[in-house]
């Protein structure tokens, strides 16, 4: 089983900041790594398919990208909607896999 | 426009047998490449990818829980089923289906959710 490494966990920004989330595969995944935004009390949402892929409907801010072990998710200018938890997730074999999350609080 | 929506008990006993079932719309399980899958969160806690069925009736399961899981499928009805056996309270969580393709093995829709607490 492929276990993905989320870092940080909880990071604390100011809006307009730059973030940078970083997710870590235990091997080799290719570009089958996604990540998804989830807001309290709502479903995950799913932003970048395939490593840097945006998803339709994606705010530009967001971007991904990496292959192999080492992904990154960034935003570019945080805004204060995007207080929220970010899953990385791997499809490249089963079962699936997630990232334990990293948690943004806007200040 | 796709939607699934999950329900089941919102409370089971300990030692019970849990069934969740899927319902959706704006596709179909007998389409080449359509997979159906469940997935859970307990409360604070991360995602927790469970188990997938697929079009041709091909089933996955997550390791550590396969022999408690079951999924299965009734294509007539757009539904989709999820029985975990042996419940315990470190299974309560928000339990929800989502849908990929083989071809594209992200989860671009997702359920609202349905929490089930286990407890006596």
């Known amino acids: 089983e492929i276990v993905l490494t989320q870092s940080p966990d909880f990071q604390s920004v100011t809006p307009k900041e730059k973030v940078t989330i970083t997710c870590r595969a235990s091997?080799?995944?290719?570009?089958?790594l996604h990540w998804y935004q989830q807001k309290p009390d709502q479903s995950p949402k799913l932003l970048i398919k395939?490593?840097?892929q945006s998803f339709s409907g994606v705010p530009s801010r967001f971007s991904g990208s990496g292959s192999g072990t080492d992904f990154s998710l960034t935003i570019s200018s945080l805004e204060a909607e995007d207080a929220a938890t970010y899953y990385c997730?791997?499809?490249?074999?089963?079962?699936?896999?997630f990232g334990q999350g990293t948690k943004l609080e806007i200040k | 426009q796709v939607t699934l929506r999950e329900s089941g008990p919102a409370l089971v006993k300990p030692t019970q047998t849990l069934t969740l079932t899927c319902a959706f719309s704006?596709?179909?399980?007998?389409?080449?490449?359509?997979?159906v899958s469940w997935i859970r969160q307990p409360p604070g806690k991360p995602l927790e990818w469970l188990a997938r069925i697929d079009w041709d009736d091909d089933k996955h399961y997550s390791t550590s829980l396969k022999t408690r899981l079951t999924i299965s499928k009734d294509t007539s009805r757009n539904q989709v089923a999820l029985i975990m056996t042996n419940m315990d309270p470190l299974d309560t969580a928000t339990y929800y289906c989502a849908r990929m393709t083989i071809s594209d093995t992200n989860f671009q829709y997702w359920g609202q959710g349905t929490l089930v607490t286990v407890s006596s």
């Open positions: 704006g596709f179909s399980l007998s389409t080449h490449g359509m997979c």
């Open positions: 997730h791997q499809s490249n074999s089963l079962p699936y896999t």
């Open positions: 395939y490593a840097s």
């Open positions: 091997q080799s995944i290719g570009r089958n």
